[in-house]
């Protein structure tokens, strides 16, 4: 006889989803500890060297208690996608498995858990010439020019991505000049079925939110401001002064500098705001990922929610009741 059908033995893993500053990692670390687990960063800001105190990384006593993988895989100069990420993390947990460890996926990047656990449907890849040109435009045009253009083609798309969000819109303008199928089209198949397959685990999905959005806002501006007292500038003044970024014809186009906070920090630092305003625009920034974030969970139907100061003992019968 076979046996029971209704017992998954698919090897178990834990997602930590959340906004920002919700207190995602300070959990995954204690869990990790807990179970002798390894964490697998989900978060787009710590693949890259040099951006620690702004992007909240652990920093070496955590990671020298724990394991960590995904983080500092790529210099700021550098690209990585989504499906790249996809990629070194399904190596990551591979090997986590065969250790027989549980694998912690924590972070705050919805394309990234996407990407890992529904996988990405099979559009074009990217490209550094198509990319230039799209980037030329903006720079002439501005962003909101080109999210114009992409409403034009791919109003669904244009919906969802925000006029100022220079990333999405280059890829979505980037799928649709190298397909002439617009990124919606592919991502719909890929709903249908297509694409590469969904990550081999049995997954407890937790989502990680103060029910209080005041809570949260008070969580991010002090945060922010512990940034700034360790040193979050002089962060940035350090990046500032690496040849690669400092000869780049337009370093705040990249990846790693769009992340929020070292774009208002990069500015600051050009003269553009003062203290007070550079404070305000990279809190507020910060405020606005947290709401696209959100956003995201929301679609996210087989997660449990929880507030983390408030629902810690449901957050725990839930871990108890998954193993």
Known sequence: MSGDPRIDARPPAIALMGPTASGKSALALEWAAQLGAEIVSVDSALVYRGLDIGAAKPDAADRAAVPHHLVDVRDPWQAYSAADFADDARAAIAAIVARGRIPVLAGGTGLYFHALLRGLSDMPAADAGVRAAIAAEAASEGWASLHARLAAIDPVAAARIHATDAQRIQR????????????????????????????????????????????????????????????????????????????????????????????????????????????????????????????????????????????????????????
């Open 172 to 323: 979505a303008l980037e799928v649709y000049r190298l397909s002439g199928r617009t990124i919606s089209d592919w991502q719909a198949d890929h709903a249908g079925g297509t694409g590469s397959g969904r990550l081999p685990l049995r997954v407890l999905r937790l989502v990680l939110a103060p029910r209080d959005r005041g809570e949260l806002h008070a969580r991010i501006a002090r945060r922010f401001d512990a940034m700034l007292a360790q040193g979050f500038l002089d962060e940035v003044r350090r990046l500032r002064a690496l040849p690669r970024l400092a000869g780049h014809p337009a370093p705040l186009e990249l990846p790693a500098l769009r992340a929020v906070g070292y774009r208002q920090a990069w500015e600051h630092l050009d003269g553009a705001t003062d203290a007070a305003a550079f404070r305000d625009r990279a809190i507020f920034a910060t405020r606005q990922l947290a709401k696209r974030q959100l956003t995201w969970l929301r679609r996210e139907l087989d997660a449990r929610w929880f507030d983390p100061a408030a629902d810690r003992p449901g957050l725990d019968r839930a871990l108890r009741a998954f193993l």
